[in-house]
């Protein structure tokens, strides 16, 4: 770990010189501070901000990045985090990442420089190897999703298990065509959810249709689904990969009368255990995974030299209501079936 004294060597100043320029002093010419500044970056010295909080007497900052702060389920993992930073006399500095990547690298190490002692993130970029330089002196922990180009610990839920539970639900039940409606493949979490639904069709002595795998945002949804329904072969269920896109779908099928169609939401959400008919979740319990993150990163500050597992991966379960019915029968077409089975047994000419 590079410390204040190494830059101070390096520079050929005293550490306390280097603190000087660190704090904007004006006792400090243009010349020292250029060779401050060169040592710095020479050694890639981050100065620990933590420590500098603890001095004016401040509490320290736990910074957390989610993509989206008006999403239930990353709204329960924030305050999970917060219950366990009050605790550890830590305020929390929350922000959210949005949906470009390219800005992902700027808003999170604006959190850092701001005396932040502690980072959980969910990243939404293909690399987080910017990250690398700042573990000298901030405990990073990654939820919900893995890091990419870096090493630390994470937290997520068992999201192909929790789509092939899903799945497997539905063609006990009796469905065969069963959509599966994401907001992209891009997105970690989506993908292995994605992985999960097409384990269970194959496994089901089936293959994913392309048709049935539909894309969009949670507004976008009513557009897909009216889209699918409307086809020569539409499905019978729909499996959602998260809530908010649920919430749409759910509100779709009653809009248009639909009670046919079976659907299975991947995350709970508020009132879905009350609608009619009520919904069935694969429920991720973002609290657990909250508190999780927040724990082994607290442990980490208290004891830095302790091995802990790195990728930690939390089990989901299906709850079952209304929503995931067997497909509802046509009597027409069951009346039609019949007789083209007598027909072809000979026993009605």
């Known amino acids: 770990m590079t410390t204040m004294k190494d830059v101070a060597r390096l520079a050929g100043v005293s550490a306390k010189t280097v603190s000087r320029v660190f704090n904007d002093n004006d006792y400090v010419s243009a010349d020292v501070r250029e060779r401050v500044a060169q040592a710095m970056q020479q050694l890639n010295y981050l100065p620990n901000m933590a420590a500098r909080s603890f001095r004016a007497g401040k509490a320290p900052l736990l910074a957390v990045a989610v993509p989206d702060l008006a999403d239930p389920f990353f709204a329960e993992i924030i305050q999970a985090i917060d219950q366990d930073a009050k605790v550890h006399d830590y305020v929390l500095a929350v922000t959210s990442l949005g949906t470009d990547p390219s800005r992902e690298q700027a808003i999170v190490e604006a959190l850092l420089e701001h005396q932040a ?11 987080q190897s910017y990250l690398a330089k700042w ?18 610990d994470l937290f997520v839920e068992d999201d192909r298990a929790g789509a092939r539970m899903a799945v497997e639900h539905l063609l006990t039940r009796g469905h065969r065509r069963i959509a599966f409606v994401g907001d992209s493949d891009e997105v970690v979490t989506t993908h ?11 496994m089901g002595g089936m293959t994913a249709s392309s048709d049935l795998l539909l894309w969009g945002e949670p507004a976008e949804a009513r557009e897909l689904v009216v889209g699918v329904l409307g086809s020569e072969e539409p499905p019978t269920a729909i499996l959602s990969s998260n809530s908010r896109t649920a919430v749409e779908i759910f509100a779709t099928l009653q809009q248009l009368g639909r009670k046919d169609v079976a659907l299975v939401s991947f995350g709970d959400f508020p009132m879905a255990s009350v609608l009619s008919p009520s919904v069935t979740v694969v429920d991720q319990d973002p609290s657990r995974l909250g508190h999780a993150a927040a724990e082994r990163l607290f442990a980490r500050l208290q004891h830095p030299k302790r091995r802990f597992r790195r990728r930690n991966v939390l089990d989901v ?9 067997p497909p509802v029968r046509d009597p ?6 019949k007789v083209e089975s007598l027909v072809a047994s000979g026993r009605l000419a």
């Open 135 to 152: 573990l000298t002196q901030t405990t990073v922990v990654f939820v919900d999703r893995e890091p990419r180009g870096l090493s630390a």
């Open 317 to 325: 379960r299906l709850v079952e209501r209304e929503s995931s019915g």
């Open 332 to 337: 027409d077409r069951d009346a039609q079936s």
């Open 192 to 202: 292995r959810r994605l992985e999960g639904y097409r384990e269970a069709i194959a």
């Open 117 to 127: 002692g502690g980072l959980i993130v969910a990243p939404i970029s293909a690399d």
